[in-house]
């Protein structure tokens, strides 16, 4: 059963401490996204990788916030330092695009992450 | 930029009855997604709409793609309690990124 594998799925950390968000999408999907969820803000794009290349990080807070596709089997999302603000539901999710259209995103379980 | 708006926010409805929600979308789109996210949950694809004026249908669920390719919605005929969970449209224009709404929160009184 194929599945976007996310860790940790929950992490409370201090301020100003770097947290590593990490996702392992279904084998052979060629794109990976990260979304932020929040009650005030909805699902959030904040970046989005094809075939390990970042193709849009628009939406990320560049000061702090990094993404990136080391490998085919791994993406990280990380924040550093980390503030209160950036408290949400992190998802990854990862997809098989051929061409110019696109296909269903396949979402992780989501890291829920708290900002002390 | 793109904007995609949904309505209702909420939606509180008695098991049987039939529920919509409207997404538009201040451009036109390449494809529209439909998502469904549980309580807790993570959001989970529904379908994809790509042809102006499509009409697909999933056991009681018919989405619609608008005939401009602006708009769509979700029906849901005769609710029950595992419909609850909050719909999410995502719209994708031509050259870009799929744009979320930010979704219709479904309860159903059982």
């Known amino acids: 059963d194929a599945r976007v594998t996310q860790t940790p799925r929950h992490k409370v950390t201090e301020m100003g401490q770097e947290v590593t968000m990490r996702c392992q999408p279904i084998?052979?999907?060629?794109?990976v996204f990260w979304y932020r969820q929040t009650m005030m803000q909805g699902l959030e794009l904040l970046a989005y990788?094809?075939?390990?290349?970042?193709?849009?990080d628009s939406g990320m807070p560049k000061d702090r916030f990094s993404a990136e596709m080391p490998d085919a089997t791994l993406a990280t999302l990380k924040i550093q330092p980390s503030e209160p603000r950036d408290s949400a539901v992190y998802f990854c999710a990862s997809g098989l695009v051929i061409s110019q259209g696109n296909t269903e995103a396949f979402f992780g379980q989501g890291t829920r992450l708290t900002v002390v | 930029g793109q904007q995609v708006m949904q309505i209702p926010q909420y939606q509180h409805v008695q098991e049987g009855e039939d529920f919509t929600t409207y997404c538009n979308s201040s451009t036109t789109l390449s494809n529209i997604q439909w998502y469904k996210q549980r309580p807790g949950g993570h959001p989970v694809f529904l379908i994809q709409l790509v042809k102006s004026g499509e009409v697909k249908k999933q056991k009681r669920l018919t989405f619609q793609f608008g005939e401009a390719k602006k708009n769509s919605s979700l029906h849901i005929t005769a609710t029950q309690t595992t419909d609850v969970g909050t719909y999410f449209c995502a719209g994708r224009a031509n050259a870009g990124k799929s744009t979320f709404g930010d979704g219709t929160t479904l309860t159903v009184k059982p």
């Open positions: 084998l052979g999907h060629n794109t």
């Open positions: 990788f094809r075939n390990r290349a970042p193709l849009d």
